[in-house]
């Protein structure tokens, strides 16, 4: 487990590299990494481009504040997803949370992404399911993530963004990525028609060729 000093700099290091790729902006989003019997997350309203890592707050399961807390400053607004999302899966470790163009143009729409690229995978299963709508920062939207996201990677937030997780920050980082450009692409595919999917045996056929990628097969 790395210390919490490099947790607090990787977590300012993702918050900024999420606004350089234009996932985020200014204040937008959060970011979270599992520490000890809690977990550190950007604070509220500080602009991800000037992030210090003084300022990550650190909570406990509880919502609360570490009795250590060596600043004053609020957790992201959305901190209750974070620790419901590291309750029901203790094998995450790190979560991003954007609010990038694409992904969020899709959202409004409310509906699920289908397959209609074999990297949906990334995901985590076939579809990139949406999150029903509830005001940022509720235990309603919480539970409605917790749904959505069921045992896979990444979902969308209806009228709102994404949220991804991973082993460690720059896998939710690179997922994030992933699902906004997957995004641009199903958006710039519907101007012309619908797209055509996937069937279930090919996404079948690409999980199974994922859980095995990087690992070297002879065929």
């Known amino acids: 487990m790395s210390s919490p000093v490099k947790s607090r700099l990787s977590l300012c290091d993702i918050a900024m590299k999420l606004n350089r790729l234009s996932l985020n902006h200014g204040a937008t989003g959060n ?9 550190l997350i950007t604070p509220s309203g500080i602009s991800n481009d000037d992030l210090k890592e003084n300022q990550i707050v650190m909570l406990g399961m509880d919502g609360n504040p570490d009795q250590q807390q060596s600043n004053e400053l609020l957790p ?3 901190w209750r997803f974070h620790r419901d999302i590291y309750v029901h899966r203790p094998e995450v470790q790190a979560i991003v949370h954007t609010h990038s163009v694409h992904a969020c143009a899709l959202s409004v729409l409310g509906k699920k992404i289908p397959p209609f690229h ?4 990334v995901a985590g299963g076939k579809y990139i ?3 029903d709508y ?5 235990q309603q939207l919480s539970d ?3 749904k959505a996201l069921g045992k896979q990677k ?5 009228n709102h963004g994404v949220v991804t997780v991973g082993k460690n920050l720059q896998e939710a980082c690179d997922i994030a990525e992933e699902v906004e450009h997957l995004s641009h692409m199903y958006l ?6 619908e797209p055509k999917v996937l069937s279930d045996k090919e996404m079948d056929e690409v999980l199974n060729r994922f859980r095995s990628y990087g690992h070297w097969e002879k065929e």
């Open 144 to 146: 409605n993530i917790i």
């Open 129 to 131: 399911h949406c999150a």
């Open 76 to 78: 992201s607004s959305e």
């Open 154 to 158: 990444a979902c969308l937030l209806a």
């Open 31 to 39: 970011c979270s990494i599992r520490e000890g019997n809690g977990f």
């Open 118 to 121: 074999y990297m949906i995978a």
């Open 188 to 193: 710039q595919a519907r101007i012309v028609g």
């Open 134 to 138: 509830a005001m940022f920062g509720t």
